[in-house]
């Protein structure tokens, strides 16, 4: 599955504002660095994610990939 998720990301207080896929406004807030590597903090699900990648070049699919299967699974436990 070679499948890229939409991340929307704007900027506040230095950090950047996540709305991961299927959010109509940022539900999270972090920074994502060189290579893929990302961390941020999902205010719904109170739950903090580190990402980070031994890469040296900006190729993100892989983070891309990580972090949308996470999107999924924090939207299935916003509706149980």
């Known amino acids: 599955d070679n499948q890229e998720t939409t991340t929307k990301t704007s900027m506040g207080m230095g950090f950047q504002l ?3 896929e299927g959010d ?3 539900s999270a807030f972090g920074h994502a660095g060189v290579g ?3 961390g941020f903090y999902h205010k719904p699900s109170g739950m903090a994610v580190a990402v980070m990648l031994n890469k040296a070049d900006a ?3 892989t983070a891309s990939r990580i ?3 996470l999107a999924d699974a924090l ?3 916003e509706t149980v």
Do not use: C
């Open 36 to 38: 893929g590597s990302v």
């Open 75 to 77: 939207r299935s436990e």
């Open 24 to 26: 109509k406004e940022p």
């Open 18 to 20: 996540i709305a991961l």
């Open 59 to 61: 190729e993100k699919s």
């Open 67 to 69: 972090v949308g299967a």
